[in-house]
């Protein structure tokens, strides 16, 4: 399986972006569907997931209030959408799928796209 982020750009201190994840010719029925971020000589760090059936999310606390995570299941596609983004932001984010519960650990996900950068810059 095959999962693609897109969206990533750079962006001033206090805009917005949305990226897109989605995995076309696949199927992800019941996975659950996490995004990530890491940036050089950091680790990889949990931005937040959302789940297949409920569509509840759980996010990091470095994140809670300014990113929204939504899943749009027939697109085949999850968003997340961040807001009022700083310097700190600035990282390679990645989605992955997850066939059990949602977590902000990386280690359990099964299935990872390719990053995309996210620059936030003045």
């Known amino acids: 399986v095959q999962l693609q982020a897109s969206g990533g750009g750079s962006v001033q201190p206090g805009g917005s972006l949305t990226l897109s994840c989605d995995w076309p010719?696949?199927?992800?029925?019941?996975?659950?569907i996490g995004w990530f971020r890491q940036s050089p000589g950091k680790e990889r760090e949990g931005v937040g997931c959302?789940?297949?059936?409920?569509?509840?999310?759980v996010y990091g606390d470095s994140v809670k209030g300014r990113f929204i995570i939504s899943r749009d299941d027939a697109a085949k596609t999850v968003y997340l959408r961040m807001s009022a983004l700083k310097p700190e932001d600035t990282a390679g984010y990645y989605c992955?799928?997850?066939?059990?519960?949602?977590?902000?650990?990386?280690?359990?996900?099964?299935?990872w796209g390719q990053g995309t950068q996210v620059t936030v810059s003045s």
């Open positions: 992955a799928a997850i066939p059990g519960p949602c977590t902000l650990l990386a280690d359990p996900y099964q299935y």
């Open positions: 010719g696949f199927t992800l029925i019941g996975y659950n």
């Open positions: 959302i789940n297949s059936g409920d569509k509840r999310v």
